[in-house]
């Protein structure tokens, strides 16, 4: 396939995946401001599997609640809409993509655990930062690689000739631009125009790598590029290719953290990884 | 002595191992490096590789037992960053990572 004809094929909306119709339903419903804690609860509860993901996940020691919460309504009220629209975002999104190739799979699951690792270090990022928006910070950690996501389910053997040159050291927006006529970046976004995620999400999916637009990223997109590279360093999955990018020296002093910061933001990285890792998975 | 890929020179000898991102052992130490496995450095995307100079004492006993450089970062992790653990911001995060590892693997094995 020509590098022309690609271009062209990718902007098209409807060869994106859709999101399950509940969770469309509930993004909706969050967006209206109209909405209650009951009316959310309801259509959640319709569907076993995101009633069973939302209390098992409201019980884990990632909330640390100490008593136990038993009804959606319950768990919708203690930890707010946008922690629920995230989260089921979180279960949801990966299961869009089913492979049938055993060695794509493989590296969807690399991939889907690298994702993860960058959400709950971005979570750790944004908390060291003393933010207030974790859940968001946590779905555009999570979110960040989407785009590629759909590349190598679309064009297994492209993204397979980028990985590599990324190994040998080219910068991975220029490799995809080379061999596949778009950027990962690019269909991250899209995707999440599609979706109707909040703005600020699509633009960190979008601006995650450096160079940034304007010369500094923005907190968010600042927070995922540090994030990427703090699941690399702690060898959580795989983003495709094995590099650990250098830290863009505009994005760090955007963060204005410390260097004394690392430890801790490492460790509740770690722990986070196993502990939300082992009921999503 | 750590030479970049592109200051090796062929009879040059190794003083630790080279080794893939994948852990795959391409070169052992003690090795003679030619203008082959220069070639060879490259295409896996190597970047940096220890050799040893004339008259210099072979570190290899020490390099095996600890695949550490001198400030407690694994050669595993700089390998993976090109040029990126010159940043002074970068080495604190890979002295964290490297003690948080250490932490975190008795758990996880246990």
Redesign the interface.
């Known amino acids: 396939m020509s590098r022309p004809a690609l271009r062209r094929e990718l902007p098209r909306i409807e060869d994106l995946p859709t999101l399950p119709r509940t969770v469309l339903r509930i993004t909706e419903l969050i967006n209206d401001p109209a909405t209650s804690a009951r009316d959310l609860a309801r259509i959640i509860a319709e569907d076993q599997v995101l009633t069973a993901r939302l209390l098992k996940l409201v019980n884990s020691s990632f909330y640390g609640f100490r008593r136990k919460i038993a009804t959606v309504t319950e768990a919708v009220l203690m930890i707010g809409f946008e922690a629920v629209r995230n989260h089921l975002l979180t279960t949801s999104v990966f299961d869009l993509f089913p492979s049938r190739s055993p060695a794509l799979r493989r590296g969807q699951e690399l991939l889907w655990d690298h994702s993860l690792g960058c959400a709950v270090a971005a979570k750790a990022i944004a908390a060291a930062m003393r933010r207030d928006n974790l859940e968001e910070i946590f779905v555009a950690g999570l979110l960040h690689d989407i785009g590629k996501i759909v590349l190598i389910a679309k064009f297994p053997a492209e993204a397979e000739a980028v990985a590599a040159r990324v190994a040998r050291g080219a910068a991975i927006l220029e490799a995809e631009e080379d061999i596949l006529g778009c950027t990962h970046a690019a269909v991250g976004r899209r995707l999440a125009e599609h979706w109707n995620l909040p703005s600020a999400l699509a633009q960190a999916i979008e601006g995650h790598h450096p160079p940034f637009a304007g010369g500094a990223p923005d907190e968010q997109a600042a927070i995922v590029h540090l994030a990427d590279i703090l699941a690399r360093v702690l060898e959580l999955g795989s983003g495709g290719d094995d590099r650990i990018p250098a830290l863009d020296p505009a994005a760090w002093r955007t963060l204005r953290l410390s260097p004394t910061a690392f430890d801790a933001i490492l460790a509740s990285t770690l722990a986070d990884f196993d502990d939300i890792g082992s009921f999503l998975r | 002595m750590i030479l970049a890929v592109d200051e090796l020179e062929p009879g040059m000898v190794l003083d630790e191992a080279v080794r893939t991102?994948?852990d795959q052992l391409l070169l052992e130490a003690g090795r003679r490096v030619t203008e082959r496995s220069i070639r060879l450095f490259?295409?896996w995307?190597i970047?940096r590789v220890a050799v040893r100079l004339p008259g210099e004492k072979a570190k290899v006993a020490v390099s095996q037992a600890t695949p550490e450089d001198e400030e407690g970062i694994p050669w595993r992790?700089k390998d993976?960053?090109?040029?990126?653990w010159d940043?002074?911001?970068?080495r604190?995060?890979?002295r964290?990572?490297a003690?948080?590892?250490r932490?975190?693997r008795p758990a996880?094995e246990g």
Request: charged content about 25%; proline content about 4%; aromatic content about 0%.
């Open positions: 991102h994948q490259k295409t995307g970047r992790l993976r960053c090109g040029g990126g940043d002074p911001v970068m604190e995060l890979l964290a990572a003690r948080q590892l932490l975190r996880s």
